[in-house]
């Protein structure tokens, strides 16, 4: 069995905005210019077929009234045809008058070689010419329109003759010839001119296109705080552009200010556990020990490898959950029940520092039930190792208009100052400022907290006053089944 390499999907190059532009510019003024030569060139052969029926009809009345002048005999036509078309080189019609029995009674000099009696079309009334009556002919050169009528006496001694008269329409012929070819010159001389009018033209109408070329490619991680200048105003169609663009920039000006705050702080909390280990190991080295200072050294150093592993784990959470390709597997489930796990879990914590646990109302919930409680329980640790002895944090579950399911932790602890709380999900941040912890947390609970919400596409929330305690809130989306029971008090 052979196996067949899959050729690359390669896309034939684009041409650039300009040429495209142009070429369209240039195929579209000359569609319009052609197309308006056109309608002139369809007019003109009108106005000239027209005109020839009106001389056919004009020179058939005028054979009709010499024929009533001169007495109903044909002689007087056959003068006037002799007097118009005789001596000249440049006839502009030739005639001949025909009896009853098609007998040729007279014609206009050589009329018989080139224009026979057998190619016009049946004779009509003078006042019936038109163009379905006529006939085009075309011989030596000339172009001929072909027309018979018949001219009927005035009296009861008068005979009725066949007139065959031939319009020579050949300079009229020329005349559109030297036209078209004209307009075929014109077009073609228009091309390079339309084409360098669209090069201009395209050029000149993407010049703000290349003033914010030219802000992108000075765009350096030290000048992310620059944005394009909304003055002068940009056109309509790239202000949105523009505006898009600088959104871009502050995103991303945000963003390397939280790397490198999240680097820095990052550096500070690895540093800390491993100087600590470090500083342990090295005194214990300076001088012999006893196997109790040793062992001590070492239950000293696992807890700082357990605070390390800690760190790395939830860093690793928050990196998978930022670049998560697909949502969270969820499932229904009671949140009462989800709560009271969580704690009865903590229960131990919070009998140590003093603190009561309440957990009040209910609600069915679609989410992923480990973490859910993953989140709780970070908030609800945060909630007791800030809460003083003797008071109490309360877990609140309700539900919302919509269908949704939010969380309330309420501790009664020493709070939050205001200018701490747009910080607080924020990775390693502290509310004090001298970073001074209290058990073993890595300050990236919030920021977990943060992250499992932004999968199950809610938000989580916290409210503080100084003095007055925090309330943290989890506040999924809707989609909820069924609805449990109103709040009631334990």
Same mark, same amino acid.
């Given at each position: 069995?052979? *196996?067949?390499?899959?050729?690359?999907?390669?896309?034939?190059?684009?041409?650039?905005?300009?040429?495209?532009?142009?070429?369209?510019?240039?195929?579209?003024?000359?569609?319009?210019?052609?197309?308006?030569?056109?309608?002139?060139?369809?007019?003109?052969?009108?106005?000239?077929?027209?005109?020839?029926?009106?001389?056919?009809?004009?020179?058939?009345?005028?054979?009709?009234?010499?024929?009533?002048?001169?007495?109903?005999?044909?002689?007087?036509?056959?003068?006037?045809?002799?007097?118009?078309?005789?001596?000249?080189? +440049?006839?502009?019609? @030739?005639?001949?008058?025909?009896? +009853?029995?098609?007998?040729?009674?007279?014609?206009?000099?050589?009329?018989?070689?080139?224009?026979?009696?057998?190619?016009?079309?049946?004779?009509?009334?003078?006042?019936?010419?038109?163009?379905?009556?006529?006939?085009?002919? #075309?011989?030596?050169?000339?172009?001929?329109?072909?027309?018979?009528?018949?001219?009927?006496?005035?009296?009861?001694?008068?005979?009725?003759?066949?007139?065959?008269?031939?319009?020579?329409?050949?300079?009229?012929?020329?005349?559109?010839?030297? #036209?078209?070819?004209?307009?075929?010159?014109?077009?073609?001389?228009?091309?390079?001119?339309?084409?360098?009018?669209?090069?201009?033209?395209?050029?000149?109408?993407?010049?703000?296109?290349?003033?914010?070329?030219?802000?992108?490619?000075?765009?350096?991680?030290?000048?992310?705080?620059?944005?394009?200048?909304?003055?002068?105003?940009?056109?309509?169609?790239?202000?949105?552009?523009?505006?898009?663009?600088?959104?871009?920039?502050?995103?991303?000006?945000?963003? $390397?200010?939280?790397?490198?705050?999240?680097?820095?702080?990052?550096?500070?909390?690895?540093?800390?556990?491993?100087?600590?280990?470090?500083?342990?190991? @090295?005194?214990?080295?300076?001088?012999?020990?006893?196997?109790?200072?040793?062992?001590?050294?070492?239950?000293?150093?696992?807890?700082?490898?357990?605070?390390?592993?800690?760190?790395?784990?939830? *860093?690793?959470?928050?990196?998978?959950?930022?670049?998560?390709?697909?949502?969270?597997?969820?499932?229904?489930?009671?949140?009462?029940?989800?709560?009271?796990?969580?704690?009865? #879990?903590?229960?131990?914590?919070?009998?140590?520092?003093?603190?009561?646990?309440?957990?009040?109302?209910?609600?069915?919930?679609?989410?992923?039930?480990?973490?859910?409680?993953?989140?709780?329980?970070? *908030?609800?640790?945060?909630?007791?190792?800030?809460?003083?002895?003797?008071? @109490?944090?309360?877990?609140?579950?309700?539900?919302?208009?919509?269908?949704?399911?939010?969380?309330?932790?309420?501790?009664?602890?020493?709070?939050?100052?205001?200018?701490?709380?747009? $910080?607080?999900?924020?990775?390693?941040?502290?509310?004090?400022?001298?970073?001074?912890?209290?058990?073993?947390?890595?300050?990236?609970?919030?920021?977990?907290?943060?992250?499992?919400?932004?999968?199950?596409?809610?938000?989580?929330?916290?409210?503080?006053?100084?003095?007055?305690?925090?309330?943290?809130?989890?506040?999924?989306?809707?989609?909820?089944?069924?609805?449990?029971?109103?709040?009631?008090?334990?």
């Amino acid at each position: 069995m052979s *196996l067949k390499s899959a050729k690359p999907n390669i896309h034939p190059p684009l041409r650039s905005i300009t040429a495209r532009l142009t070429l369209f510019y240039t195929l579209a003024t000359l569609i319009a210019v052609a197309a308006f030569t056109a309608v002139l060139y369809w007019k003109m052969t009108a106005n000239f077929d027209l005109e020839h029926l009106h001389f056919l009809r004009a020179k058939a009345q005028e054979f009709f009234e010499d024929y009533k002048d001169g007495g109903n005999q044909p002689s007087a036509l056959l003068s006037e045809i002799d007097k118009e078309t005789t001596g000249t080189a +440049l006839r502009q019609y @030739e005639a001949r008058v025909l009896a +009853l029995q098609s007998a040729v009674l007279g014609e206009t000099p050589g009329m018989s070689m080139s224009l026979p009696s057998p190619i016009f079309p049946m004779p009509v009334a003078p006042s019936a010419i038109n163009r379905t009556a006529t006939r085009d002919w #075309y011989t030596d050169g000339h172009h001929y329109v072909l027309v018979a009528f018949n001219i009927l006496a005035s009296g009861p001694s008068g005979s009725t003759y066949t007139v065959q008269l031939a319009l020579d329409v050949s300079r009229d012929n020329a005349l559109l010839a030297d #036209y078209r070819r004209g307009l075929l010159i014109f077009l073609l001389l228009l091309l390079p001119v339309l084409l360098l009018a669209g090069r201009f033209v395209t050029k000149r109408g993407l010049r703000p296109l290349e003033r914010i070329t030219r802000a992108a490619n000075v765009v350096t991680p030290a000048n992310l705080a620059d944005r394009i200048p909304l003055d002068p105003p940009w056109p309509p169609e790239l202000e949105k552009l523009v505006e898009v663009f600088n959104e871009m920039m502050e995103r991303l000006d945000e963003g $390397f200010t939280r790397l490198a705050r999240f680097s820095a702080d990052l550096a500070h909390e690895l540093r800390n556990p491993l100087n600590n280990l470090m500083g342990e190991l @090295e005194v214990c080295l300076t001088h012999e020990r006893s196997a109790a200072d040793y062992r001590a050294t070492l239950i000293s150093g696992l807890e700082e490898c357990r605070r390390l592993a800690t760190l790395i784990e939830n *860093l690793l959470f928050i990196a998978r959950a930022e670049n998560a390709e697909k949502s969270v597997s969820t499932e229904r489930f009671d949140t009462r029940e989800a709560c009271e796990h969580v704690l009865d #879990y903590h229960a131990a914590y919070a009998a140590e520092r003093g603190v009561r646990l309440v957990c009040q109302g209910g609600a069915w919930l679609n989410a992923d039930p480990l973490l859910f409680r993953q989140a709780l329980g970070n *908030l609800l640790a945060n909630a007791i190792r800030y809460s003083p002895p003797d008071s @109490e944090v309360r877990v609140l579950v309700r539900a919302f208009a919509g269908g949704g399911v939010e969380i309330e932790v309420r501790d009664q602890g020493e709070g939050i100052a205001p200018e701490h709380l747009p $910080f607080v999900f924020d990775r390693f941040y502290q509310a004090d400022p001298a970073r001074v912890r209290r058990g073993q947390g890595t300050g990236l609970g919030l920021a977990i907290v943060r992250s499992i919400m932004e999968l199950h596409g809610g938000e989580a929330s916290l409210d503080s006053r100084p003095g007055e305690g925090s309330v943290a809130r989890l506040r999924f989306p809707g989609g909820i089944a069924a609805m449990m029971t109103e709040l009631s008090s334990d």
